[in-house]
């Protein structure tokens, strides 16, 4: 340990808590469940702009909260076996990869999801 715990009792160490009686975190797949995914809407983009003629797939109109919309953003990236980011409250998913998307949202219970744009 380093110095600044070495005059510190036993009692000490109680006083600053136990993490067995800390209050339980919800669960991911929880609070997926518990979202009402029927209401939202949105759109799936693919683009080539600025991203040196390499396409990628952009959703876009999903009204949720940036840690939901990072959760959502690792599940796709599994489900498509590809990388992709969060950004502006956008995900970027590498190449073309709608009709996945899509079949992933539909299945969470999205049900106005489209393709968009040309």
């Not at 990072?70 to 709608?98: F, H, M, P, W």
Request: proline fraction near 3%; aromatic fraction near 4%; charge should be positive.
């Amino acid at each position: 340990m380093g110095d600044k715990f070495k005059n510190l009792s036993w009692e000490d160490f109680q006083k600053m808590g136990n993490p067995e009686n800390a209050p339980d975190l919800p669960n991911e797949q929880e609070s997926n469940q518990d979202m009402n995914w029927n209401t939202l809407s949105a759109r799936i983009h693919l683009e080539k702009k600025h991203r040196g003629g390499k396409t990628a797939s952009i959703i876009r109109g999903l009204k949720i909260s940036e840690d939901r919309l990072k959760t959502l953003a690792k599940e796709l990236k599994a489900k498509c076996g590809v990388g992709g980011s969060v950004k502006d409250y956008e995900i970027i998913i590498q190449g073309d990869q709608r009709d996945k998307i899509i079949a992933h949202l539909q299945k969470l219970g999205i049900k106005d999801v489209k393709k968009a744009g040309a």
